[in-house]
């Protein structure tokens, strides 16, 4: 798995350089997220993301990410009335989707978990990022979460999280939750393929 921005033509200048990449899970997600940048509103608040703890896997806690959710709230905040910030043990799944309704712009810094397919997810791989957990939830936000979210139209959205870009490969292109995000209203989405270090 190559990003395609990462690819170099014959005198060394990459892609990224001389275009705009923009990559979709399918055709139709393509041109429903491109009408949506056409109409875009960017919506009356931005949701920050960082560090959820305690979560429901054994990894150790994103300390950078906690530092990047600082640091991106600070930069939103020009562009925006309200910024949200939740980090820590506030970064529930129902505080982070509650917090994305009617959001113009979600960036969110925590681990990303893909799981194998398993009878119990009906046969799907599993793609997640991991929230904080509570007394009423394990902090596993799906697909099937994020479906329940409507995003102000044409919202941008970044996914600094392990391999949240993946999903299952179907016939109609990758379900996962890049997928579930155009659904909800996303017009651009940033995510990661392949694994990533917190200080990324």
Known sequence: RVPWAALCGDDGVHLLQRHVVRVAPSLRVAATARTLRAGCSRGSHAVVVGNPWPISAPLKELCDAQEEAALVSGILEPHFPQVQVLVREQATVAAVTG??????????????????????????????????????????????????????????????????????????????????????????????????????
């Open 99 to 200: 917090s994305m309704q009617g959001a113009g712009w979600v960036h969110v810094a925590c681990h990303g978990e893909v799981r194998e397919a398993r009878a119990s997810d009906g046969g799907e791989v599993g793609h997640y990022l991991l929230l904080a957990t509570d007394g009423s939830s394990n902090g596993e936000l799906s697909k099937e979460e994020v479906g329940k979210v409507k995003l102000a139209p044409g919202a941008t959205i970044v996914l600094s999280c392990c391999q949240s870009g993946l999903g299952q490969m179907t016939g109609e292109g990758v379900v996962g939750l890049s997928r579930a995000l155009f659904a909800a209203g996303a017009g651009e989405l940033v995510v990661s393929v392949c694994s990533i270090p917190d200080a990324a």
